[in-house]
């Protein structure tokens, strides 16, 4: 079976760490059988190539100077730190379209799936139409926030879902949410897995310390709450508690200027670096909100790597964080926006061990029931090999 992948964007680098779990989703697809290229957008004029034994596609859309609407961050995100890109987003959009239909002409295949639909899913449309093969679409969160909020773009959305033979979304807040959109069409939940660590690995045996390290790992943006979790670090003992932070955004430079001294800041990191992070990570916090522009948390797989390495798990009530997080057992839900609430369940926890042994064995069953890769890999496989024949 052949599959296309249409994502915004791919590695440039083994040290680039750009959509892990999908990655891991067509190399274990590949072991069933499934063969997949992908179709995404050049960067900087980045051409086609062979990356991680994937072939893939890239589409030329602009000047190579500005041809960095997506990669370095997300396209909302690139699009609100400057304005131009806004000029470069029609090029996109219609040189994917275009490129779309000549990869469709020119390649023989069995099935298309989108991730992120929102805008991708026209570049699958333009596919299914030239080569009349099936067509999966995966909303990971962003797309089916912003189809919340503007009703323009949620009527485009809306339109583009009929295209779809199967739609997946992660997590039971985003299949409610999306059935709002459009309640007829048949969704199915299938969360992405972790992109680091193994669930079968034994419980990291960690060594008494002087202070007790919190972890937060993610994008420094609005919607991830990283503000409340460095106010909370002003409630706790600086000599008993240190908050590292892996990640780069648009709100570090504020963050930095009100975080006291025991938040240390490592910037974006990969790989055994991030790994050494989370080994040496006491408690792991994910203090994501629901923010202005109503957007939140579609799954949190930032909680599953942190379960993987045996780190007891603190996490707002909010989006799909709950389906990993059932408060008290597999991990700690406080609400969002409240950082007293957070040092609260950074106390108790750092004050009993047994709560926290308790909490990972319960994790690691919890992710090898709902989010192992052997499951996730199966159910993809079940939809692929259905519309495909």
Request: hydrophobic share 40%; net charge positive; with cysteine.
């Amino acid at each position: 079976m052949k599959v296309v992948s249409i994502t915004t964007a791919f590695p440039r680098s083994e040290n680039d760490v750009l959509i892990p779990w999908i990655i891991r989703l067509i190399n274990l697809l590949k072991e069933k059988g499934v063969e997949t290229d992908v179709f995404t957008s050049s960067y900087c004029g980045r051409k086609s190539e062979k990356s991680n034994n994937i072939n893939v596609f890239r589409f030329r859309y602009f000047f190579k100077k500005w041809e960095k609407l997506s990669h370095d961050m997300s396209v909302p995100e690139k699009l609100k730190s400057n304005k131009f890109y806004f000029f470069v987003l029609p090029f996109f959009m219609i040189s994917g379209m275009i490129s779309a239909r000549k990869f469709a002409k020119n390649n023989d295949f069995d099935l298309i799936h989108v991730h992120f639909p929102f805008p991708l899913a026209l570049f699958g449309i333009a596919m299914k139409r030239i080569s009349k093969k099936p067509l999966v679409m995966t909303c990971h969160g962003s797309e089916v926030n912003m189809a919340k909020k503007n009703l323009v773009f949620r009527k485009i959305f809306k339109w583009m879902l009929v295209y779809a033979d199967s739609v997946t979304v992660n997590s039971t807040f985003m299949k409610n949410e999306l059935s709002k959109i459009i309640p007829a069409k048949e969704i199915e939940i299938i969360p992405m897995g972790s992109g680091i660590g193994d669930i079968s690995e034994k419980a990291l045996k960690k060594e008494r310390k002087t202070k007790t390290n919190l972890l937060f790992v993610g994008r420094l943006i609005e919607v991830k709450g990283t503000k409340y979790l460095v106010e909370a670090m002003k409630l706790l003992e600086a000599e008993k508690f240190e908050l590292h932070i892996a990640g780069d955004g648009p709100e570090r430079e504020n963050l930095e200027k009100i975080a006291p001294k025991n938040v240390v800041f490592h910037g974006y990191q990969t790989g055994k670096n991030l790994e050494e992070l989370y080994r040496n990570a006491d408690i792991f916090i994910l203090p994501s909100i629901v923010d202005d522009a109503g957007y939140t948390e579609g799954l949190g797989t930032v909680l599953l790597e942190a379960a993987n390495f045996s780190i007891p798990v603190i996490g707002t009530n909010v989006g799909g964080i709950p389906d990993i997080i059932k408060d008290g057992e597999t991990g700690i839900l406080v609400p969002q926006k409240d950082p007293k609430a957070i040092s609260e369940a950074v106390k108790k926890l750092a004050e009993n061990p047994q709560l926290c042994e308790n909490l990972v064995k319960n994790a690691k069953k919890h992710l090898e029931k709902s989010f192992s890769w052997e499951s996730i890999t199966e159910k993809f496989f079940k939809i692929y090999s259905s519309l495909a024949k």
